[in-house]
Nanobody, 113 residues
Framework: QVRLVESGGGLVQAGGSLRLSCAASGIRFSMNAMGWYRQAAGKQRELVAGITSGSGTNYADSVKGRFTISRDNAKNTVYLQMNSLKPEDSATYYC???????WGQGTQVTVSS
């Protein structure tokens, strides 16, 4: 059974930081490219950051220099460190395993101004 479980969301003031985690099971984690996506109310889901099986990374322009994606294959976990948060970063954040297009249930991030 495949599970992707996100955690670490919450309410934070603008300028603050959060670290999201996505624990995976039931997949070949080390072989999977992984991604963090977000969806704000009334908007389409968008890619925030991705990391390949070889730990190459890519970021949306809106988060470059503020967010960092990383992975720990020993723990089957992918992380998203979010710094200098802005109110426009408020959204539900989802983890995705790209090989078979599996998604987690999401974790809510709210940034107050």
């Amino acid at each position: 059974q495949v599970r992707l479980v996100e955690s670490g969301g919450g309410l934070v003031q603008a300028g603050g930081s959060l670290r999201l985690s996505c624990a995976a099971s039931g997949i070949r984690f080390s072989m999977n490219a992984m991604g963090w996506y977000r969806q704000a109310a009334g908007k389409q889901r968008e890619l925030v950051a991705g990391i390949t099986s070889g730990s190459g990374t890519n970021y949306a322009d809106s988060v470059k220099g503020r967010f960092t994606i990383s992975r720990d294959n020993a723990k089957n976990t992918v992380y998203l460190q979010m710094n200098s948060l802005k109110p426009e970063d408020s959204a539900t954040y989802y983890c995705r395993a790209l090989e078979n297009n599996y998604w987690g249930q999401g974790t809510q991030v709210t940034v107050s101004s």
